[in-house]
């Protein structure tokens, strides 16, 4: 018999999981679900979930507590972080703790799906997530995310803080099309009204130093209608 992918939602909202859980079955995962942080980490335990969709903002236990939790436990099972705070540290401090992915609320249903499935597709079951090391490397290109440096073999590139801040979404989420407007919110932030040229001129900047092109890319791949994809494999290092 062929193992479903399961999956444990943690939301204090009764109706979030009424809607969730069958939109989720029907995808085609196993579906498990916690109304507080307690149920959580005994659901953890008894189910052995591939994936978690936490809740951070839950009465008792909350979702980073949660998350905190299992990391410091050694337990690496992918968590995606679902709050209604939007702001870039809220999030950043998520990432720090070990989250795989930050959605906020209210969202469309098949984006959570669609973010599902990225980070399964980029996570392997008991790895630390890319999010959790200090350094990201694809072949001879490495990013330093705490120097905030970028070297492409072994030479330091002069990025920007954007263009390094682009470039680190980017390969955080290897493989996965990354749209204009998320980057937009994950690296400019919330609160500032920025086009979406803006990351378009950081994509040309990156590219440039790179030497990348567009046609023909190593690196950064155009990808119509959407946005941008990271192609190489990354691995992460402490």
């Known amino acids: 018999m ?40 005994r659901q953890v335990q008894e189910t052995h979930p591939d994936l978690i969709i936490l809740d951070v903002l839950m009465p008792q236990l909350n979702g980073r507590e949660v998350l905190r939790r299992l990391r410091r436990r050694d337990d690496w099972t992918p968590v995606i972080l679902l709050t209604q705070v939007g702001s870039s540290v809220e999030r950043a401090l998520s990432l720090q703790e070990g989250a795989d992915d930050y959605l906020n609320k209210p969202y469309d249903p098949m984006e959570l799906i669609a973010r599902v499935e990225a980070v399964l597709r980029r996570t392997r079951r008991g790895d630390a997530p890319l999010s959790s090391h200090r350094h990201l490397r694809s072949g001879t290109l490495e990013l330093d995310r705490q120097a905030r440096q970028v070297m492409l073999e072994e030479r330091t590139l002069p990025l920007t803080a954007r263009a390094v801040g682009v470039l680190e979404y980017l390969m955080l989420n290897a493989g996965e099309p990354v749209g204009r407007e998320r980057l937009l919110d994950e690296v400019w932030g919330w609160a500032q009204a920025v086009d979406t040229r803006a990351v378009d001129i950081r994509i040309a900047e990156i590219r440039k130093h790179l030497g990348d092109a567009a046609a023909d890319p190593r690196y950064i791949e155009t990808v119509i209608g959407h946005g941008y994809r990271f192609l190489g494999q990354v691995e992460g290092r402490r």
């Open 2 to 41: 062929t193992h479903k992918t399961r999956l444990l939602i943690v939301d204090d909202e009764a109706a979030l999981l009424a809607e969730l859980k069958p939109l989720l079955e029907r995808s085609g995962y196993e579906v498990f679900t916690a109304a507080n942080g307690e149920q959580a980490l």
